[in-house]
C-alpha cells in the first residue's frame, strides 16, 4: 500500500534551537517527494523538492535528504524562528497522473 | 499577482443545505484540485480536473460536486448528502497532473455545519 509515514506528530522546541522532522515512504514507482510548510488556518507552501537523484538540498535554513533506497527523507531546520511554527506535510508522487500521496504532517511549536 | 484565491473562507451551514465553495486561479494551469483537510489527518483528495469540462473524483468523492467550465474556475458544492461536512477545504493547482508537479494551494475555506 502506498504510505508517507511522518514523525514525530508533534515537535516543541526553544527559539534558536535545531530540529529533524522525517518522513518515510512505502510509495512505489517513485517520482519525486516535496515538503511543504502550512501556517496554521492556510494553504500550504512548497519548500522543497527531491527527485531519485538528489540526496540533500537546501533552501535556506531548511534542508532537506533524501535515501532513495531506504525510502526516508528528512527536514532539518537550522537556528529556528518563531515563524517556523508550522504544519509540515511530507508528499510523494509516482510518474503519471496518478494521485499524490499525502503524510499527516508535524506539527513544529518554536517557543521564545 | 497570480495564485489561488478561495472563497468564503469562512462558511456556516445548516444540516440538510447544500454550500458551493469558490475557487480560481490566474496562474494558467491546467490542473485544479480540492482537498478536505481534518484534525489529525492527511490531505484527502475530493475530486480533481486535468481540462475543462472534466474532472475525476478522488478518494472521497461522496457527497461533492464540482464543474469546471472554465479553465480559471473549479468551484466546490457540498451537498446534503455529505455525513459529515465540517472541515477545512482546500484548493490547489498545478501544471498538470503527471509528473508531481507543485502544488499551488489557496487560503482553504473552513466549513461548519451547525
Known amino acids: 500500500k502506498n504510505q508517507v509515514e511522518q514523525s514525530p506528530q508533534s515537535l516543541i522546541i526553544l527559539e534558536g534551537k535545531n530540529c529533524t522532522l522525517q518522513c518515510n515512504y512505502t510509495v512505489s514507482p517513485f517520482s519525486n517527494l516535496r515538503w511543504y510548510k502550512q501556517d496554521t488556518g492556510r494553504g500550504p507552501v512548497s519548500l522543497t523538492i527531491m527527485t531519485f537523484s538528489e540526496n540533500t538540498k537546501s533552501n535556506g535554513r531548511y534542508t532537506a535528504t533524501l535515501d532513495a533506497d531506504t525510502k526516508q527523507s528528512s527536514l532539518h531546520i537550522t537556528a529556528s524562528q518563531l515563524s517556523d511554527s508550522a504544519s509540515y506535510i511530507c508528499?510523494?508522487?509516482?510518474?503519471?497522473?496518478?494521485?499524490?500521496?499525502f503524510g499527516k504532517g508535524t506539527r513544529l511549536s518554536v517557543i521564545a | 499577482d497570480g495564485g489561488i484565491t478561495q472563497s468564503p473562507k469562512y462558511l456556516f451551514r445548516k444540516e440538510g443545505q447544500n454550500v458551493t465553495l469558490s475557487c480560481e486561479q490566474n496562474?494558467?494551469?491546467?490542473?485544479m484540485y480540492w482537498y478536505r483537510q481534518d484534525p489529525g489527518q492527511g490531505l484527502r483528495l475530493i475530486y480533481y480536473?486535468?481540462?475543462?469540462?472534466?474532472?475525476q473524483k478522488g478518494d472521497i468523492a461522496e457527497g461533492y460536486s464540482v464543474s469546471r467550465e472554465k479553465k480559471e474556475s473549479f468551484p466546490l458544492t457540498v451537498t446534503s448528502a455529505q455525513k459529515n461536512p465540517t472541515a477545512f477545504y482546500l484548493c490547489?493547482?498545478?501544471?498538470?497532473?503527471?509528473?508531481?508537479?507543485?502544488?499551488?494551494f489557496g487560503e482553504g475555506s473552513r466549513l461548519t455545519v451547525l
Open positions: 490547489a493547482s498545478s501544471i498538470s497532473t503527471g509528473g508531481g508537479g507543485e502544488l499551488f
Open positions: 508528499v510523494v508522487s509516482r510518474p503519471g497522473n496518478t494521485p499524490l500521496v
Open positions: 496562474l494558467n494551469h491546467d490542473a
Open positions: 480536473s486535468q481540462i475543462v469540462n472534466d474532472f
